[in-house]
Every structure is written in structure tokens, then in C-alpha cells.
């Protein structure tokens, strides 16, 4: 059987098309390809003639449930540590911070929630190869799946004092594994 060769785009269903496409547009550093308010907006941040469309839902607003089974996150990668850090520094700056950051090992990732409170998660992954980082997973996930902490504001401050990404992007082993919110929202089980 035939597999995808990219993942070319998601399309999220909202009551405010507008708000979700400036959101994407102001963290993607996107731009509107295509778009007819307040039903429809296309957005892209390369060469694809989309990467995520937004439509419009009908009747009354729904409270969402982080609970619920649904999309937690989507994810984008960056090339570089200093291309992360440059995102968290615009969104920080517009008023949007992230809701947890973590070191997961392979990469170093920030999750943010939309307007709309989708999971988004910006990342810049740790090892050159899926090798590599497919050997730290089989190594220390058992362990800890999740990760350790990272504080964003800590490593621009030893960014600017010349600290490598390397450096930065350390993974220590001794650190306790730390919870992501969406698992304190549990339920618990029986």
C-alpha cells in the first residue's frame, strides 16, 4: 500500500473564522491565500496553496470539553532553536504564552491553545536523523514518555549569554518526568 508522502493540510471548524485565521496567520507568520467572511479562510506559511482552512460552524456555540475524545494538538516544526525561541518571543510579546513547555527528548516543544482552544505545538527537533532520535525513545521512554521541563524565558537569557542550542537543548536524564495539563483535566479511572 501507497503511503502519503506529506501531511498537506488541516482544516479546523470554528464559530469565529476571522479570529482562528489571524491567530494562525500571527503565530505561523502565514499569509491568506484565500478568504470569504465569515464562512471560509486559507492560510499558508510556504509554498502549499494551503495548510489550514478554517470554516465556519453553524447554530449555537458548544463548550468544548478537554476531556472529550478529539484533536489534542497540532504540531509545526522549526528549523532551528533560535527560530523556536523566536516564535515564543513574538507570541509572548502579542500576549500569548504557552501553557507548557517541555524537553520530550526527540524535541523541545512549546503547546499554546488557539482561540478556539485547539492543542498547537511549535518544536525544533533535538537529533539529526529519526534514527537517533527513534534510539533516545527506545532508551528512556519506558522511563519517561513525557519529558522534562523547560522554561523558555531560562534559555533566552543563556541564549544571549552565548550558550549553544546544544547546551540548550540538554536533556537531563535525572529530571523528574513532568505532567501535561491535559492529563491533570483526567478523569479518573476505574
Known amino acids: 500500500m501507497a503511503q502519503p508522502i506529506r501531511m498537506a ?19 505561523l507568520d502565514a499569509r491568506v491565500v484565500f478568504e470569504k467572511l465569515p464562512m471560509h479562510s486559507f492560510i499558508s506559511y510556504d509554498e502549499e496553496h494551503h495548510r489550514l482552512a478554517f470554516t465556519k460552524m453553524g447554530g449555537p456555540p458548544l463548550k468544548n470539553d478537554p476531556r472529550a475524545p478529539g484533536l489534542l ?3 509545526f516544526t522549526y528549523a532551528t532553536l533560535s527560530d523556536l525561541l523566536g ?3 513574538k507570541l ?5 504564552k504557552p501553557h507548557f513547555t ?7 516543544s512549546f503547546y499554546y491553545s488557539d482561540p478556539d482552544g485547539n492543542g498547537v505545538e511549535f518544536m525544533v527537533d533535538r537529533f539529526a536523523s529519526a534514527q537517533a532520535a527513534q534510539d533516545f ?41 513532568v505532567v501535561p495539563p491535559y492529563e491533570e483535566l483526567a478523569p479518573p479511572v476505574d
Not at 493540510?9 to 503565530?27: F, G, M, P, Q, R
Not at 517541555?102 to 523541545?108: A, E, F, I, R
Not at 522511563?143 to 542550542?165: Q, T
Open 9 to 27: 493540510h488541516a482544516v479546523l471548524k470554528t464559530y469565529d473564522v476571522e479570529a482562528l485565521s489571524k491567530w494562525y496567520c500571527d503565530a
Open 87 to 89: 516564535v515564543y518571543t
Open 102 to 108: 517541555v524537553n520530550h527528548g526527540p524535541t523541545v
Open 92 to 96: 509572548r510579546d502579542l500576549g500569548v
Open 73 to 75: 494538538h497540532i504540531a
Open 137 to 177: 525513545i527506545d532508551e528512556i521512554f519506558d522511563r519517561n514518555p513525557v519529558g522534562v521541563a523547560c522554561d523558555p524565558e531560562l534559555m533566552l537569557a543563556r541564549k544571549r549569554a552565548g550558550v549553544s542550542d546544544e547546551e540548550l537543548m540538554n536533556y537531563d536524564r535525572q529530571a523528574p518526568m
